[in-house]
């Protein structure tokens, strides 16, 4: 439903267009075509990685046109009723599908918010003296339209809803039994540094389904962390993780490879989620400086102080922290002095944009400066052709990852490429 509702809406907007420019109401028409255009760059940025950011702001931007089309034009009488404030409840319903997909607090404000604005006006008529409302015989039609295409886009809505509800239900039916199955592997795909020696790697999960073959994280993860199973698959990669180090310790040439594992921010916000880490790397003897959490900026969603106390207790422990996929989500640099982090993972869309103009280039050179200001090691993934790799080595990055180094594979694959050293990385 999400992927469907900023279309729906640039296209809804349009329809209007020409409805207010027949009643000749042409401050209407440049209201109605510029939220057109911002939910088509709210609608741009999110096809671009931002979608949470891009939704939002395609949330607040149509509320707000809302709130002024009622207060201004949309003035009931005693002969037709206000009713453009019912859009209140699709904008409602449709942070509703995106915060089940992102519990972000600011969707869940929204949510309560349009639900509020929508009380308000329904239960006080809101006429003030600097409204110049549309004449009757305009609204006598125009509030038809309106009030079938809410029930509409609500009727239209619910049923995508109850739709990804049920392919949900089965995903994590399906997921609760692939857990007690055995079904999830974890891939290896090398990290390395400047001179493409392997360093260390990171466990990547997968989902090897009796039927369907291998699935895409990005199709089952998203189920998982609705239905609150991430901290049990977090846990799984966490023992798979520990009994691969295991094994290294004991090759010479595999003895000091670091392994990084991706945390969820369900598991990271556990009570034990410390005492869970350090447990298991006392149960198998891994020394803690071969283990590095990868977290996402999503983490920053959840409150700071008990973020930080957290991380500093994984610090004290020895453990690195990775900020994985920076500059696509919620992170600043007031979150980034605060944070006991030692690596900066630059997110693959900027390491592709380097090569593809100016603007990205720059982009990519600042994020890798301001890492450095930082005091933290920079790593770039998402690296595929040599071109990349040469820029983002005169960045002043040192440590890389991408398909030119070599592709995630199961764990024999990885430790045969890292016993043949003359076997090149790429591919």
């Not at 042409?26 to 671009?48: K, Q, Y």
């Not at 916000?269 to 005492?275: E, G, H, K, T």
Request: hydrophobic residues 50%; contains cysteine.
């Amino acid at each position: 439903m999400c992927q469907a509702a900023l279309p729906v809406g640039i296209v809804f907007t349009a329809l209007w267009l020409p409805i207010f420019a027949i009643v000749g109401n042409w401050h209407l028409v440049l209201l109605d075509g510029f939220l057109m255009l911002v939910i088509t760059a709210c609608w741009e940025a999110a096809s671009r990685g931002n979608f949470s950011t891009g939704y939002l702001a395609a949330q607040f931007v149509c509320a707000l046109f809302v709130v002024l089309f009622s207060l201004l034009f949309d003035v009931p009488s005693d002969a037709v009723p206000r009713v453009c404030h019912f859009y209140f409840l699709v904008i409602a319903l449709a942070g509703y599908a995106n915060y089940g997909r992102d519990r972000g607090r600011l969707q869940l404000a929204m949510i309560v918010l349009c639900v509020a604005g929508f009380v308000v006006f329904s239960s006080s008529p809101m006429t003030f003296a600097f409204a110049t409302p549309l004449p009757d015989t305009v609204r006598g039609v125009t509030a038809w339209i309106n009030v079938v295409s809410v029930v509409v886009l609500l009727g239209g809505g619910i049923v995508l809803l109850q739709r990804e509800f049920t392919l949900d239900g089965n995903m994590v039916r399906e997921l609760r039994a692939a857990l007690d199955d055995e079904q999830f592997e974890l891939f290896y795909q090398p990290q390395v540094d400047q001179a493409g020696a392997v360093v260390g790697a990171e466990a990547l999960l997968r989902w090897k389904h009796p039927k369907r073959g291998y699935v895409s994280p990005d199709e089952f993860v998203p189920a998982a962390e609705r239905a609150g199973l991430m901290p049990r698959l977090g846990s799984w990669v966490l023992k798979e993780a520990a009994q691969t180090l295991s094994g290294w310790r004991a090759n010479a040439a595999t003895s000091t490879l670091v392994l990084s594992i991706n945390v969820s921010a369900d598991q990271f916000r556990m009570a034990d989620f410390v005492a869970l880490v350090t447990g298991t790397l006392e149960a198998y003897g891994i020394e803690p400086a071969m283990l590095k959490l990868e977290l996402t900026e999503s983490i920053f969603v959840a409150d700071i102080e008990d973020l930080v106390k957290t991380m500093k207790a994984l610090e004290r422990a020895g453990i690195a922290i990775a900020l994985d996929d920076f500059g696509t989500g919620y992170s600043s640099l007031s979150h980034l002095r605060q944070l006991p982090l030692q690596q900066l993972k630059i997110d693959r869309s900027f390491v592709r944009a380097v090569t593809e103009s100016g603007r990205g280039a720059s982009l990519a050179r600042n994020i890798a400066k301001m890492g450095h200001d930082l005091s933290l090691e920079i790593l770039a993934e998402g690296i595929e052709t040599e071109e990349q790799f040469q820029f983002m080595l005169s960045c002043g990055c040192r440590k890389f990852q991408g398909y030119y180094f070599g592709r995630p594979v199961p764990l024999a694959a990885l430790e045969e490429r890292i016993a043949t050293p003359t076997q090149a990385l790429v591919g």
